[in-house]
């Protein structure tokens, strides 16, 4: 059991959330893939896990671009021989804050949608024949609770993060007969620096994080740990009777009965 002498291919993987996968898997023996379009960061992380004595390299990857996605998957068969586990993370989240449905900018809703839900398709469908001929492999999409959930002004991304949930549902169900597995994680609020990103106003940042701290009733903000930990789960043969799931890391957040839901947002805590 568990994933040493493994390879997998993180995509985002320079910062946030992609950055913990990357180090996490790479800890647990497995040859890693630093993918990301941000290749400062990049190089970073893989020469942070290389320095552990972990064995990683980066490969520059807009994901929502074929060419460039075939040319990694190409690298990745040339440096370690093939792949078993493909971690979807990359993703944007301009269209967070693009307005109702009847006012996003079609530019908005193509950049949302080609790089988080397109990515993830290019990515399975050029790493998928990788895996087959190592007689099966993990695939882990990261979504979104708003894949599941919706918030206003946020169609793009909610529809992008759905479409992930969906997509890999669909993938499940075509890779299962090749012993290729398809999982999602809905994470909610996870302390990134993307998370922040927003706020110029530390003060406002805290108090943002406190809101959470109190909503949650898990009483704390999640950290990239907390997905990473569930994504070696799942690329794990350990959960080889899992596929085609779909798993919220929230803290508890939305197994919460409505009315509290909508009585913290009443009183002013979401």
């Known amino acids: ?9 993180v995509t985002g993987a ?8 990357a180090v996490h898997l790479a800890r647990q023996g497995a040859s890693v893939v630093v993918a990301d379009v941000d290749e400062v960061k990049g190089q970073k992380v893989a020469s942070r896990i290389s320095k552990g004595r972990g064995e990683a390299f980066f490969i ?14 190409a690298m990745t068969k040339t440096r370690f021989g093939g792949l078993d586990i493909l971690v979807n993370n990359a993703g944007i989240n301009v269209g967070l804050s693009s307005g109702p449905v009847y006012k996003v900018p079609d530019e908005v809703w193509d950049l949302t949608i080609d790089t988080n839900l397109k990515g993830t398709f290019l990515c399975t469908k050029h790493c998928v024949p990788l895996m087959r001929k190592r007689g099966g492999g993990s695939i882990v999409n990261i979504s979104s609770m708003l894949g599941l959930y919706a918030i206003p002004g946020a169609s793009s991304y909610c529809a992008s993060k759905g479409g992930i949930i969906s997509l890999t549902r669909a993938t499940a169900m075509d890779c299962a007969k090749f ?22 106003n530390q003060d406002e940042l805290r108090r943002l994080f406190a809101i959470y701290e109190k909503g949650y009733p898990a009483k704390r903000i999640g950290e990239p740990k907390d997905v990473a930990s569930l994504v070696a789960y799942l690329a794990d043969q350990a959960s080889s009777f899992i596929t085609g799931s779909v798993i919220t890391i929230d803290g508890g957040m939305h197994a919460q009965y409505g009315e509290a839901l909508l009585k913290m947002r009443i009183d002013g805590i979401i």
């Open 60 to 73: 520059r990857m807009d994901v929502s671009n074929p060419s460039e996605v075939q040319t990694a998957v």
């Open 179 to 200: 012993k290729i597995r398809a999982n999602c994680i809905c994470p909610g609020a996870i302390r990134t620096p993307a998370f922040g990103r927003a706020f110029t």
């Open 1 to 9: 059991m568990g994933i040493s002498k493994k390879v997998a291919l």
């Open 14 to 21: 320079a910062s946030g959330i992609g950055e913990g996968i």
